[in-house]
């Protein structure tokens, strides 16, 4: 489940899936499986409305999904709460989603929830692994671009790639020792990069050729160089913000999310391969 999906969206989903595959076992289960049982026993037309297939089952479905996955904060026999940042209950959701097969049944029957809900988990997942190895160095700048990036490929693709790009320049500056905004810093990402090849030995034209796979690490490696390279050259193309065009070009969400998802594994490698090579430093 995203982080940032709202908790409505993910009640609507769950019910959706229930009302369409529960049968009165399946709601035996989940109740005692989530410590709602009584709930979902005396519930006064969950179960009536299901076996006579009543118009009104969705609506009870709906009303009992609302108060397992947002439970009101009292402590079941599985004792307190485990509650997401989206407000719902952490282990009442996995039962769901497991009893529901959930991500697979939204795919094939609600995609638009199934997007809502479960797109960019990975996109996440690398933006976590990419702020906790700028943590371990001290590069707390990295985590306003983590942020931005997050919130602009749901909302706004332009502002990710633009906030991609910065995130880049700050990497690759961090590493060189660039630090505010004085004459010195004034360089483009291509020139960084080469640069930062340089310092950390990771420049295509240095791998020994005698190093097994040295000619797959030479080519890994160049084309990580031009991946950094596309990102800017997309946003300063307009793809992304910081130029104040008028009427500019927009990007489809699944290109914008490649190439956000590049830029924070390129970024993720530079801080890690620089903190590799400061523990090598005698």
């Known amino acids: 489940m995203r982080s940032d999906v709202k908790p409505e969206k993910v009640v609507l989903a769950v019910a959706k899936a229930a009302e369409a595959c529960f049968t009165r076992g399946d709601w035996l289960e989940f109740g005692y499986e989530t410590g709602f049982a009584d709930e979902v026993r ?34 079941t026999r599985r004792g307190p709460y485990a509650i997401t940042d989206t407000g719902i209950s952490a282990d009442n959701f996995a039962v769901a989603e497991k009893m529901l097969d959930l991500p697979k049944w939204l795919a094939k029957n609600e995609p638009r929830l199934h997007s809502e809900i ?6 996440d997942a690398g933006v976590d692994e990419l702020q906790a190895a700028a943590s371990s160095l001290g590069l707390q700048d990295v985590d306003v671009h983590a942020a931005r990036i997050r919130k602009g490929l749901r909302d706004d693709p332009a502002q990710a790639i633009g906030s991609s790009k910065e995130l880049l320049e700050t990497v690759l500056k961090a590493v060189l020792g660039l630090h505010g905004n004085g004459p010195e810093t004034k360089k483009d990402v291509v020139q960084l990069t080469k640069e930062v090849g340089v310092r950390l030995g990771l420049d295509p034209g240095g791998v020994r050729g005698s190093e097994s796979g040295a000619e797959q690490r030479r080519r890994m490696l160049g084309s ?59």
């Open 118 to 123: 479960y797109d960019g988990q990975e996109l």
């Open 42 to 75: 005396n519930h006064p037309r969950l179960l009536r409305s299901l076996d006579w297939s009543d118009d009104d089952y969705s609506g009870h479905v709906l009303d009992m999904m609302e108060g397992i996955l947002r439970p009101p904060g009292r402590k």
């Open 224 to 282: 990580l160089a031009q991946l950094v390279f596309n990102t800017a050259e997309l946003r300063n193309a307009g793809y992304g913000t910081g130029h104040g065009l008028s009427r500019g070009p927009s990007l489809d969400i699944a290109t914008a999310r490649l190439a956000v998802s590049a830029a924070v594994a390129a970024a993720t490698f530079y801080i890690e391969a620089y903190a590799a090579h400061q523990r090598s430093r005698p």
